[in-house]
Structures are given as C-alpha cells and as structure tokens.
C-alpha cells in the first residue's frame, strides 16, 4: 500500500514539474515580428491537441486571420490555418507547422500541394525550420 502511495505521489509531482502539463488548457498568447509583418497567435493545449486563433498583419495594409487547430507530435504541432483575409468573404485552409524550442514557437516553411481541393504540405520536401516566417515569443 504504501509503494503505490509513494508511486502515486512521484509521479503526481513529476507532472506538476513539466511546463506542458501546467499549460494544458490554459490559453497561452505568442507575438511575433518579421520586418513589417506582424502575427498574434492564441493557444489552447490539451493532451495531444491544440486549437486557437492566428492573425497576420501584412504590413498594415491587410490582415489574415482566423482558426488554428491541429495535433501535437512530440515538439511539433501539425494542423491548419482556416482564415479569410481583410475585406474578402472567401475562407481559405491552409496547413501549419509549429516547432517548440525553449520557450518559442517557430513557423515552418515548406512545399504545399492540393489534393482533391485541399492543401497540405508536400511529403517529398521537408518543413523548412531554419528560415522560417515567424517566431513566436510568448507574451508577457
């Protein structure tokens, strides 16, 4: 009895120790900046999920925004972008890839191809990590 109690007890604070299982369903706000183009990026973590809301500022001159949703493999987080630009009706999904590094997150590059009218990247291309479009700081 008392091995499974202190087993118990180990691994409930080993978990409380780990940033990601404190953050798991708390709203977590990133911003990030790449010359004159701006991105806020709101999160919400579950276990093996996550959703939120993205908007990129293109220069002050028209913005995208819209959902994120997708899943979480390891330090990557794999979804997509469902979002409408300023001043069209049109929706457009495209994919997103996240990769989690300290305390940032970091837009990956990489080749798209469309498949029965929707976009993923291409398999034969890796994601591009090391020139991305953003990096996401977490706001203070």
Avoid at 22 to 44: C, E, F, M, N, P
Wanted: aromatic share 12%; proline share 3%.
């Amino acid at each position: 009895m008392n091995k499974l109690f202190y087993l118990f007890l180990v691994l409930t604070l080993s978990s409380c120790a780990n940033p990601d299982v404190q953050q798991a369903g708390k709203k977590i706000t990133y911003h990030a900046v790449d010359k004159t183009d701006t991105a806020s990026l709101r999160l919400i973590f579950s276990d093996k999920a996550f959703e939120g809301q993205l908007e990129i500022n293109h220069r002050g001159l028209y913005k995208d925004s819209g959902d994120v949703n997708g899943v979480l493999k390891g330090d990557t987080l794999k979804g997509t972008f469902h979002y409408q630009s300023f001043g069209v009706e049109k929706w457009y999904r495209i994919p997103i890839a996240l990769l989690k590094k300290d305390q940032h997150l970091i837009m990956g590059v990489g080749s798209m191809e469309i498949y029965m009218n929707m976009t993923f990247f291409s398999k034969r291309v890796p994601i591009d990590y090391q020139h991305p479009k953003f990096i996401f700081e977490k706001a203070r």
